[in-house]
């Protein structure tokens, strides 16, 4: 079952830096949402395909990633052979990492 923008705890900071102009798409600012259904058609996402991070928003907060109903989840989808990361199974946080970050441009589900 999808997640919904109220079972996201990151979906006030998510909103406040995704750049996809598609507000009305049911995924908009649910990162594991968004990252699974693009990896799936083999597609980036509008953030890991090359458009640029504000500098704004690189001081946003983490988040409440405690929070994440689907890390388990996404901890089983998840390519990354990083297991030992604190970020792996947190799209949210796997991204606000590597976007902008000139050492791993791209996270390993769109890589």
Not at 9 to 25: A, F, K, M
Not at 56 to 64: F, K, V, Y
């Amino acid at each position: 079952m999808p997640t919904t923008p109220a079972q996201c705890p990151n979906y006030d900071i998510n909103s406040r830096q995704c750049p996809c102009p598609n507000l009305d798409c049911e995924r908009h600012a649910i990162c594991c949402e968004c990252t699974s259904s693009h990896a799936s058609k083999g597609k980036p996402t509008r953030c890991m395909s090359g458009e640029e991070r504000p500098p704004a928003t690189r001081t946003l907060p983490i988040g409440r990633t405690r929070e994440c109903a689907n890390r388990k989840r996404n901890e089983a989808a998840c390519p990354c052979g990083e297991t030992s990361c604190p970020r792996h199974g947190l799209c949210c946080d796997c991204i606000r990492y590597h976007w902008g970050n000139s050492m791993w441009p791209k996270v390993a589900c769109l890589g």
